[in-house]
């Protein structure tokens, strides 16, 4: 006799109710999903952008609330310890992650169970950079170079290379190469530096890839000048010191298809591009005579470019700012953060560029791991490991350049806090009517960890420089 419980003896359910124990089925499983995901809720990683109290702060737009229960830690530490003198850590820049309380969650605020802190401090740094600031002298001197203030202590191990031979005939245009970390102070302490007299060179890109056809024509005061030649300078206009009104608008064109970008016969922006635009270019760098092969031709104007919301460098030492980013900018502070982007830019491209016939000549560098740690272009033909490689050497790239740019802004006198101010007014196509709404990009929120690592966090209460 057949067993009531063998598989053909079960009752069938009616083919019609079939497809509703599906979905009853496939709801359950949702449900259950979801309660899983409220119960283990994806953790809140980044920077922190406001801190409105000790208990209360935000990471990117989103609200977090501590409790007494709240466990501190540092981030990549084998345990979480409850450690809560790491809650005096919680400022603007500092880089954490967050595991809230689904059962003490609200629409309004996530209640951190436990929040991860990056000890920064703690990071090993090594970069290669130009000397812009001999900031002290002496046994233990102090430099500027590559967006850090770098330390050399009697215990660091020290080398020459060129005609550099010692601490004391270091000075700016020289590079350094660094590895140390950064004290309380917002120093970098450095283990090991080695210094190297480069040798200029004439700039020789790659066609196509590091430069842009262009034609360019800047605003003048008298007849319409012609455009120059493809990857000439254009003619320096001092329009501080230039009692001509421009009369006549330039304009640049990229491609042979593309567009002709006006550049505005307007005196009073273009004045103010070029003021303000001159006052972040390194002290050294104006310093340098016109035919030094160091010295960066530098000139600053405003241009039409709708749909473009940042610095624009189409050669050496062109630097463009878009007269609708202009527009949106509150202050000189934020106006010379986005140029102050555009120099330090240009002072990586006179870098250890492993390109064919570099700009400057760094010969112990030129070859593999500097190649790829420096250049994104080059890094984009040819290291292996495809998108991911490019992407991290780029990220690099990126990084060196803000904190290039927090630092000229600081030596100019203007308030580096308003830098990722700049970057967020920046971001989005189109302004929401409520600018509290506006969160930080990548960009600014690395800009934030500096201003935490390096400056005093707190920003200053002007938003203007008189200069």
């Known amino acids: 006799m057949a067993q009531y419980g063998s598989r053909s003896h079960r009752p069938k359910a009616p083919l019609i109710l079939r497809p509703l124990l599906i979905v009853a089925l496939s709801a359950t499983l949702a449900v259950t999903s979801l309660r899983a995901q409220e119960s283990t809720p994806i953790p809140i990683v980044g920077y922190i952008t406001e801190v409105q109290s000790p208990n209360t702060f935000e990471v990117d737009g989103k609200h977090v609330v501590t409790t007494p229960g709240t466990i501190f830690g540092l981030l990549g530490g084998k345990n979480k310890r409850d450690d809560s003198t790491l809650q005096k850590r919680l400022r ?80 700016t245009g020289t590079w350094i190469r660094y590895e140390g970390k950064i004290d309380r102070n917002g120093i970098l302490m450095a283990g090991k530096a080695q210094f190297i007299q480069a040798k200029p060179a004439k700039d020789k890109s790659l066609k196509h890839w590091e430069d842009s056809d262009f034609q360019f024509r800047p605003p003048s005061s008298g007849p319409k000048p012609p455009a ?31 567009g002709l970008h006006k550049i505005p016969a307007d005196n009073a922006l273009q004045a103010r591009i070029h003021r303000v635009g001159m006052s972040v270019v390194p002290a050294y760098q104006k310093q340098l005579s016109p035919d030094d092969p160091s010295k960066i031709p530098f000139h600053f104007y405003a241009v039409d470019a709708k749909n473009i919301c940042c610095e624009l460098i189409p050669f050496d030492g062109l630097i463009l700012i878009p007269t609708q980013a202009v527009e949106r900018l509150k202050s000189d502070d934020q106006l010379a953060a986005v140029l102050a982007d555009g120099v330090a830019s240009e002072l990586q491209r006179q870098g250890a560029k492993a390109t064919v016939g570099n700009r400057i000549l760094l010969s112990a560098y030129t070859a593999g791991g500097v190649a790829e740690a420096f250049i994104p272009g080059m890094s984009l033909i040819t290291l292996a490991g495809g998108a991911t490689a490019a992407t991290k050497v780029n990220t690099a790239w990126a990084e060196e350049r803000a904190r290039i740019a927090l630092s000229l802004l600081v030596d100019a006198g203007y308030d580096p806090h308003q830098a990722p101010e700049a970057w967020r007014l920046l971001a989005p196509r189109k302004l929401p009517k409520d600018l509290r709404k506006l969160n930080y990009p990548d960009y600014s929120c690395y800009q934030l960890s500096i201003l935490n690592l390096q400056y005093n966090s707190t920003p200053t209460s002007g938003q203007t420089s008189a200069r």
Not at 92 to 103: I, L, R
Not at 228 to 236: A, E, H, L, V
């Open 92 to 171: 603007v820049g500092a880089f954490v992650q967050v595991e809230s309380d689904p059962y003490k969650n609200t629409k309004a605020a996530k209640t951190a169970a436990s929040v991860l802190i990056r000890d920064d401090w703690d990071q090993k740094l090594s970069g290669l950079g130009v000397i812009v600031r001999v900031i002290s002298s002496g046994p233990e001197p102090v430099f500027e170079a590559d967006g850090y203030r770098i330390r050399i202590t009697p215990a660091a191990t020290t080398t020459f290379t060129g005609g550099v031979q010692s601490l004391a005939a270091v000075g």
């Open 228 to 258: 120059t030649p493809k990857g000439t300078p254009p003619p320096f206009v001092d329009f501080p010191k230039n009692d001509a009104a421009l009369t006549q608008d330039g304009g640049i064109r990229w491609g042979m298809l593309g």
